[in-house]
């Protein structure tokens, strides 16, 4: 059986050679398909109508190897990966194929903690998931809003997978897991205001599911190609928000956003001491890398060299410098 490992992911494994500036602490895999995935998400190289290449997600290769010759490597000591995430394509008969991979990991006594990012599916099999040793799943919105789900992910990309079929499938995952042991994305950039996206993370806040936040990243071939980036000081704004609502020192009702038409839904007010922000900024920590433990996904959304959106590694003092300077009108 055959199956991707991301580039980073790879090296680590030493079945690459590559300089790498920021090593992955996430074993990152995804699903091989020689066929296009049945989803159509607008801005995944792997979607049904993407002429984008197939070893693409997001910017980062995923050469493909034999599934036995990864495990191999997986058991082997001193390779400074905590955790695995297997990443899922839709495809033909792809759940009992996931099912194959993640029971091969059980057999080989695999003791990494392991993550399946997946479409929505049933309670079955979740359960087989969590019996076969998944100890987190992650099921993706990526989009703040139903309206904007629709449109980048939903109806109107001729998905049978609705906002509200995502929802169930996320309570039915917190029924087999358990609170905090579920995940979902969501990406900044395809159309959402700060406001909406601050509902969304104090939503899911509540139902006590861990959001990854991840900065649009336009690849070649896919029907977003060409859309922008997010602003990077709007991306700042809601890392720090995100923090502050985790954290319990702020939430969507204390947060005050602007109603001036240049500026709508911006955040205003953080609802927290300029001090405490201060303080909580030089710590560096609202911009790591967020999602499940251990997961630093290594310039996912920026080549090196490049302002970082989610930094992978611990902040240096210049680093919380610029960070600082980003978000110096925000407070």
């Given at each position: 059986m055959k199956i991707r490992a991301s580039i980073g992911t790879a090296a680590?494994?030493?079945?690459?050679?590559?300089?790498?500036?920021?090593?992955?602490?996430?074993?990152?895999?995804?699903?091989?398909?020689?066929?296009?995935?049945?989803?159509?998400?607008?801005?995944?190289?792997?979607a049904k109508e993407s002429s984008g290449r197939k070893d693409a997600?997001?910017?980062?290769?995923?050469?493909?190897?034999?599934?036995?010759?990864?495990?191999?490597?997986l058991a082997k000591q001193g390779t400074g990966l905590k955790r695995i995430c297997i990443q899922t394509v839709r495809y033909e008969n792809s759940?009992?194929?996931?099912?194959?991979?993640?029971?091969?990991?059980?057999?080989?006594?695999?003791?990494?903690?392991?993550?399946v990012c997946c479409y929505p599916t049933t309670k079955e099999i979740f359960s087989k998931m969590k019996n076969f040793g998944v100890s987190r799943v992650g099921?993706?919105?990526?989009?703040?809003?139903?309206?904007?789900?629709n449109e980048i992910k939903g109806k109107k990309r001729g998905s049978d997978i609705s906002w509200e079929m995502m929802e169930k499938s996320i309570q039915d995952?917190?029924?087999?897991?358990?609170?905090?042991?579920?995940?979902?994305?969501?990406?900044?950039?395809?159309?959402?205001?700060?406001?909406?996206?601050?509902?969304?993370?104090?939503?899911?806040?509540?139902l006590n599911?861990?959001?990854?936040?991840?900065?649009?990243?336009?690849?070649?071939?896919?029907?977003?190609?060409?859309?922008?980036?997010?602003?990077?000081?709007?991306?700042?704004?809601?890392?720090?928000?995100?923090?502050?609502?985790?954290?319990?020192?702020?939430?969507?009702?204390?947060?005050?956003?602007s109603s001036r038409d240049e500026q709508r839904d911006q955040i205003l007010d953080f609802g927290v001491i300029k001090e405490e922000i201060e303080q909580i900024i030089s710590y560096g920590k609202p911009?790591?890398?967020?999602?499940?433990p251990h997961c630093n996904r290594p310039y996912y959304n920026e080549s090196p060299?490049?302002?970082?959106?989610?930094?992978?590694?611990?902040?240096?003092e210049e680093d919380i410098a610029v960070v600082r300077k980003s978000l110096i009108d925000s407070f």
């Open positions: 680590v494994l030493g079945l690459e050679k590559i300089l790498l500036q920021a090593k992955p602490t996430t074993a990152y895999l995804l699903m091989y398909s020689d066929t296009n995935c049945l989803s159509n998400c607008s801005f995944c190289p792997q997600l997001s910017r980062i290769l995923w050469p493909v190897y034999e599934l036995d010759i990864i495990i191999e490597q759940t009992e194929d996931l099912l194959e991979i993640i029971e091969q990991f059980s057999e080989n006594k695999i003791s990494t903690p392991l993550t099921i993706s919105f990526d989009c703040a809003t139903p309206e904007i789900y995952a917190m029924e087999i897991f358990g609170k905090r042991f579920v995940s979902t994305h969501l990406i900044i950039g395809l159309g959402e205001t700060e406001k909406e996206a601050i509902q969304f993370l104090q939503k899911f806040h509540d599911i861990t959001v990854g936040l991840f900065a649009f990243t336009p690849v070649k071939g896919t029907t977003l190609e060409k859309h922008p980036q997010p602003d990077i000081e709007s991306y700042r704004r809601i890392q720090l928000a995100r923090y502050l609502i985790n954290a319990g020192k702020t939430s969507f009702s204390k947060i005050t956003f911009f790591r890398t967020s999602g499940c060299g490049k302002d970082l959106y989610n930094f992978p590694f611990e902040l240096t």
